[in-house]
């Protein structure tokens, strides 16, 4: 594993508990786990669908918080297709932690609003 990534394999047809047990693991052993919600990098500055793994994560562990942040310039900094980082700046917004609530819908709702609260945080030139 390079720097402790765990990949996650998307559409295995395997149990979530398959899939997320490394992720699962690091919450045991009281790691700090990173998620990438859109589960790849999709179109520069751009919101894609949030896959559930959060969520089914969130149940799992449900006083451990969620904490939204939110990163501006990533789109140029880590192109898609690039495996290098090419200089550029970058911002980032961190926002209040959300808990699970016990409904998968209505969790993912909070977290995709306050995704998009964070994106109107800054002031940002327009993307070229």
Request: aromatic share 10%; hydrophobic share 45%.
């Amino acid at each position: 594993k390079i720097i402790g990534i765990i990949p996650i394999a998307l559409g295995t047809g395997k149990p979530k508990e398959e899939v997320l047990a490394e992720a699962i693991q690091a919450l045991r052993d009281d790691s700090i786990l990173i998620l990438f919600p859109e589960g790849t990098r999709g179109e520069p500055e751009q919101f894609g669908r949030f896959k559930s793994g959060v969520a089914a994560l969130a149940e799992m562990f449900p006083a451990v918080p969620v904490v939204p942040v939110f990163l501006h310039g990533l789109g140029k900094a880590l192109p898609r297709g690039e495996a290098m980082l090419v200089p550029f700046f970058c911002d980032g917004f961190v926002g209040e932690p959300v808990y699970w609530n016990g409904e998968k819908n209505a969790f993912m709702q909070t977290l995709s609003e306050r995704f998009v609260a964070l994106s109107k945080t800054g002031q940002f030139a327009e993307w070229t």
